[in-house]
């Protein structure tokens, strides 16, 4: 395509473009975001989400467990993980929590070790917390236990 010819296709899609929006615009139909806000407003969190206070049944074998806790004030960058503090295998008797299962412990070679794997350093890359939020687009998810 010559250049001439790209830069006149550029600004036909251009001007097609800003007269849909006008249409759009003087049809009434306002712009805004899944949950219904304007797409220039912020969406409070506290509305959406909220905590459960018991640990959930997983939704498929393979799935990360949701975290049935608050995780605001725990600290995980590249030297502090304040979350091993009570999942890492030494700490979580004495704290009541779960231990991590022996694949945190597992390095990409499938080597064994005693320190949490880098692989699973970030723990919120996995694990989320609960929220009970209303879904964004209806769905019929349905557990493979439910199946
Ligand atoms: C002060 C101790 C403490 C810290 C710090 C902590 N947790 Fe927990 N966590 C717990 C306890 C206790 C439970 C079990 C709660 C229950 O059984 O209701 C739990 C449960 C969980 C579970 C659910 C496990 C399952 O099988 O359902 C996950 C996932 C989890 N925590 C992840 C995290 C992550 C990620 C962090 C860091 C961001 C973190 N936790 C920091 C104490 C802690
Ligand atoms: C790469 C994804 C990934 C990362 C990163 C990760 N996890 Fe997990 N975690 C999982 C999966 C998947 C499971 C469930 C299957 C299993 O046990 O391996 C799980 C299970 C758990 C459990 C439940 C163990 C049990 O036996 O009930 C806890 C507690 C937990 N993780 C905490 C953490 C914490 C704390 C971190 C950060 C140090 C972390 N995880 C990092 C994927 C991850």
């Given at each position: 395509?010559?250049k001439?010819?790209l830069?006149?296709?550029?600004a036909?899609?251009t001007?097609?473009?800003l007269?849909g929006?006008?249409?759009?615009?003087?049809?009434?139909?306002?712009?805004?975001?899944l949950?219904g806000?304007?797409?220039?407003?912020?969406?409070?969190?506290?509305?959406?989400?909220?905590?459960?206070?018991k640990?959930?049944?997983r939704?498929?074998?393979?799935?990360?467990p949701?975290?049935p806790?608050?995780?605001?004030?725990?600290?995980i960058?590249?030297?502090?993980?304040?979350?091993?503090?009570c999942?890492?295998?030494?700490?979580?008797?004495n704290?009541g929590?779960?231990?991590l299962?022996?694949t945190?412990?597992?390095?990409r070679?499938n080597?064994?070790l005693?320190?949490v794997?880098g692989?699973?350093?970030f723990?919120?890359?996995?694990h989320?917390?609960?929220?009970d939020?209303?879904?964004l687009?209806g769905n019929?998810?349905?557990?493979?236990?439910?199946?």
């Amino acid at each position: 395509m010559s250049k001439h010819v790209l830069t006149s296709t550029i600004a036909a899609v251009t001007l097609l473009a800003l007269a849909g929006l006008a249409v759009a615009q003087s049809a009434g139909i306002p712009l805004q975001s899944l949950r219904g806000a304007g797409v220039d407003e912020q969406v409070a969190v506290q509305d959406n989400f909220r905590l459960d206070e018991k640990r959930f049944v997983r939704s498929y074998r393979q799935q990360p467990p949701l975290v049935p806790h608050s995780i605001d004030q725990y600290q995980i960058d590249l030297s502090a993980n304040q979350c091993l503090g009570c999942h890492d295998w030494a700490n979580a008797g004495n704290r009541g929590a779960p231990t991590l299962s022996m694949t945190h412990y597992l390095d990409r070679d499938n080597n064994q070790l005693d320190r949490v794997s880098g692989t699973r350093w970030f723990c919120n890359q996995c694990h989320v917390p609960q929220a009970d939020a209303p879904e964004l687009i209806g769905n019929t998810f349905q557990s493979s236990s439910e199946r």
